[in-house]
Each structure stands twice: as C-alpha cells, then as structure tokens.
C-alpha cells in the first residue's frame, strides 16, 4: 500500500501563494489516483482537486478552479498543490489523498479515497 505526507503549508497574505507537496512511500504512485481535500474548523472534510494516475485528467472544484493547480510526478512518487491568489477563506489543513479502485471520475467524496496523509496546516491572512 501507499504512505502520503503532506508538507509546504504555512502562513501567507491574502493575495499569496503556496506549493504543497505530497509525498508518497511504499507502492509505486502511479498505482493510484491522486486527491487534494481541506478541513477547516468544524467544518466537514471538502474536495479541492484530483488528478487521474496519469496526470492526463484533473478535476476541481468550483472553489479553487483558476487559482489551484494539481500535478504529479510519477518517477519521484510526487503529487503537488500550487495554490495562487490565495483568500482567507483557503485557511484550513490540506490532506493528500490517493486510491487505486476508483468507482467513477471524478472522485470528489472523501469515502473514495482509502489512503491519507496526515496534513499540513495553511493559513491565509487578510
């Protein structure tokens, strides 16, 4: 199986930008469909964007779309976030996603992915 870690989140201005980084361990990344999800505070887990095995298809929600940008680099096991034109209401922990038996495309539930990092704290101040 797969083992994710999420770094890159930090502190930035409203109007900012940021680089996640997803790496992954264990078996080979191109196994696996590749996800990015935010949790706010007492807020449920919510969809960013995803990326198919390949790269070859991405999917993002109405919220970040034209701001975030998912890529992934399957000979280093890597999966990135580039996040622009960051809003305060971006703050939240950003968690890496990965599964190998997608049901449908896209996924956009947090119940289709089965592994998980355990996330990297991003705060946007206005």
Same mark, same amino acid.
Not at 56 to 71: C, E, L, N, P, Q
Not at 91 to 107: F, G, K, M, N
């Given at each position: ?6 770094? %890159? #989140?930090?502190?930035? *201005?409203?109007? +900012?930008?940021? !680089?996640?980084?997803? $790496? &992954? ?8 469909? %590749? #996800?990015?999800?935010? *949790?706010?505070? +007492?807020?449920? !887990?919510?969809?960013? $964007? &995803? ?76």
């Amino acid at each position: 199986q797969v083992k994710l870690e999420e770094s %890159g #989140g930090e502190m930035v *201005q409203s109007g +900012g930008s940021l !680089r996640l980084t997803c $790496a &992954t361990s264990g078996r080979n990344f191109n196994n696996y469909a %590749g #996800g990015w999800f935010r *949790q706010a505070p +007492g807020k449920e !887990r919510e969809f960013v $964007a &995803t990326i198919s095995w390949s790269g070859a298809s991405t999917y993002y929600a109405d919220s970040v779309k034209g701001r975030f940008s998912i890529t992934r680099d399957n000979d280093k096991n890597v999966m990135f976030l580039q996040m622009n034109n960051l809003a305060p209401e971006d703050t939240a922990v950003y968690l890496c996603a990965a599964e190998d038996s997608l049901q449908r495309w896209p996924p956009k539930r947090a119940d289709e992915f089965h592994y998980w990092g355990q996330g990297t704290q991003v705060t946007v101040s206005s």
